[in-house]
């Protein structure tokens, strides 16, 4: 079945950097968007960013200054989230998410990992 | 940037009631919506797509419907298993922006 497993997260300090992984299964990874949301203690759901079957076209949310850097790597079936100067509002669980296509069409993010907890203090 | 809004942000049921979530978005999103569950301590579950396309193993006692900036989730018989806050999301428009609205609690 389709499964996302992320990891990296962890404790880390205000002004570090970050690699967050996700090892997908159950699907041609290729073939799929990915993308990442992430989720405040207590929160709403936050869109992070998202990146094409190919890994060419990658997208941002504008509130993220530059700071994130999504990639994947198809013959490893894996996904990646580079986050730059943590602050300690990134404090967050990370979901990897897979989108839905619909006839080729995006139709939500129809597949969750169950998060890694980034947690961002000195 | 769309904005989305989600009321009532709290909603005390019981089982076997009807309930309808609403979701509304600054301007319009063509159907482009999706609504998700999330239960406690779990990830978010794609419900609906498309404001009224159920996803693969949803129960047909969830159904979205609306359009343009208003749009609804209903649950027409709360199961206990229902419990959870549930989440809008637009996608509309290219390059890909994807808003949620900050979720509707029920208790």
């Known amino acids: 079945q389709v499964q996302s497993v992320e990891s990296g997260g962890g404790l880390v300090r205000p002004g570090k950097s970050l690699i967050l992984s996700c ?5 041609i990874f290729g073939d ?3 993308g990442w949301m992430r989720q405040s203690p207590g929160k709403g759901l936050e869109w992070v960013s998202y990146i094409s079957g190919s890994g060419k076209d990658m997208f941002y949310a504008d509130s993220l200054e530059g700071r994130f850097a999504i990639f994947r790597n ?15 509002e990134d404090t967050a669980v990370y979901y990897c998410v897979r989108a839905h296509a619909v006839n080729g069409y995006y139709a939500g993010f129809g597949d969750w990992g169950q998060g890694t907890l980034v947690t961002v203090s000195s | 940037e769309i904005l989305m809004t989600q009321s009532p942000a709290t909603l005390s049921v019981s089982p076997g009631e009807r309930v309808t979530l609403s979701c509304r978005a600054s301007q319009n999103v063509n159907s482009e919506l999706a609504w998700y569950q999330q239960k406690p301590g779990q990830a978010p579950r794609l419900l609906i797509y498309g404001a009224s396309s159920r996803a ?10 609306g359009s343009g900036t208003d749009y609804t989730l209903t649950i ?10 549930y989440y809008c999301q637009q996608y509309n428009g290219w390059p890909p922006v994807f808003a949620f609205g900050p979720g509707t609690k029920v208790n």
């Open chain 1, 23 to 27: 090892a997908a299964s159950g699907f």
């Open chain 1, 32 to 34: 799929h968007y990915m």
């Open chain 1, 74 to 88: 198809n013959a490893k079936n894996s996904l990646f989230l580079q986050i730059e100067s943590l602050r300690v």
């Open chain 2, 56 to 65: 693969t193993g949803i129960p047909a006692r969830f159904s979205g419907r």
């Open chain 2, 76 to 85: 027409s018989s709360l199961q206990s298993d229902d419990i959870g806050v």
